[in-house]
């Protein structure tokens, strides 16, 4: 059974519009990641599942029960907001404890959760102190455990991750993935950090102006994105993207001349695009370009160039060769082109 079923939503706040329609199903089990730009209601989707907004059409349920209208405490999920709020006036161990006294947790067992969650959280130096004397990255970790001291079937977590420095960031990423290997329950997760969607989600929803683009595995959504904008939303550096013409099988755009999409026989206007990792560089390769700048990396580089009229990212192993005004030759892993209708729809293979 689904764990949460979302059939025609519809949120509008009066007369704008949020999400017009919208259908997801969440499986028992799924670490769900909703990605998207700024604004494209990936936060209001989460608030209408948790009961925070009404929603203005459609059906919300969520095992299997109508929760359409119910309120927020009737839907037993837990949730890590984006502004994450704490209860002022208590110690870390007391916020940690609400959820549980409320549940009318025994004593024992609220030590027992509270424990683990501080010590997955790196929370036991801080466990006496109140939000306000603490830091924005140790109160988003007070409330990421006051979610999961719960340990709810449902966990909705909005950017839980956000306020963290890089290295606690992707600690706390590997925790969390522990953490819902080892509970077995169902997450819905709302990041912008690509790596944290790739490594977490068991399917990605790519969401755009209130509308599910594409949802499949990280693999599905990043191997075969279904749009040119999923294409360019998903991976980090941007996929490098090429306009031109297809005339009798064969593509042009500038400088790049090369055999298009297999089974397109019509002309006129299609994209294409190279993720920079099938970017390849080498004296055999059969385009010629100049090197604007060279980005290290520290284990790989990034390597920018341009050629003509289009410019565009490789990204290389180890420590740069080359630097900016060197000239370089440029192909593409044949294998792994990604071909686009000029309503920027997948076509070909
Ligand atoms: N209460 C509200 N009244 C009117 N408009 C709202 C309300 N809440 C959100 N919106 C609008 O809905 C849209 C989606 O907002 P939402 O917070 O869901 O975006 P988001 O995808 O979470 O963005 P971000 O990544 O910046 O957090 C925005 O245009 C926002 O201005
Ligand atoms: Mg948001």
Not at 168 to 179: G, H, N
Request: hydrophobic share 40%; aromatic share 4%.
């Amino acid at each position: 059974m689904s764990q949460v079923r979302i059939q025609n939503l519809n949120i509008s706040f009066g007369a704008h519009t949020v999400i017009p329609k919208l259908d997801l199903e969440v499986q028992a089990g799924e670490f769900l990641v909703l990605l998207g730009p700024s604004g494209c209601g990936k936060s209001t989707l989460l608030h209408s599942i948790a009961g925070l907004i009404a929603i203005t059409g459609g059906s919300i349920h969520i095992d299997g029960q109508d929760m359409s209208h119910a309120q927020p405490s009737e839907r037993g999920l837990g949730m890590v907001f984006q502004s994450y709020a704490l209860y002022p006036h208590m110690s870390v161990r007391d916020n940690l404890a609400f959820p549980l006294r409320m549940a009318g947790q025994s004593k024992a067992e609220m030590d027992s959760r509270i424990a683990k969650a501080a010590a997955m959280l790196q929370l036991e130096p801080l466990l006496d102190r109140r939000p306000a004397q603490l830091s924005g990255g140790q109160r988003q970790r007070v409330a990421i455990g006051r979610a999961v001291v719960r340990e709810a079937d449902l966990l909705l977590l909005d950017e839980p991750l956000s306020n963290l420095d890089a290295k606690l960031r992707t600690e706390l990423r590997r925790e969390l993935k522990q953490l819902h290997a080892r509970l077995g329950n169902t997450m819905i997760y709302v990041t912008h950090d690509q790596v944290e969607a790739m490594t977490l989600a068991t399917r990605i929803v790519v969401m755009h102006q209130g509308e599910i683009l594409q949802i499949g595995s990280p693999a599905e959504v990043y191997e075969r994105p279904r749009s040119l904008r999923v294409a360019s939303f998903v991976g980090s550096p941007t996929i490098n993207q090429f306009q031109g013409d297809l005339h009798q099988g064969q593509f042009n755009a500038g400088p790049l001349q090369l055999g298009g999409p297999k089974g397109v026989t019509e002309s006129g206007q299609i994209s294409l695009a190279v993720r920079p990792e099938d970017v390849l560089i080498g004296a055999d390769q059969p385009f010629s370009a100049k090197v604007d700048l060279v980005e290290p990396l520290g284990n790989q580089h990034l390597l920018w160039m341009s050629a003509g009229e289009i410019s565009l990212c490789a990204v290389l192993p180890g420590q740069a060769t080359l630097a900016a005004g060197d000239a370089v030759r440029f192909g593409f892993d044949p294998q792994r082109l990604h071909w686009f209708d000029s309503q920027g729809q997948r076509i070909g293979n």
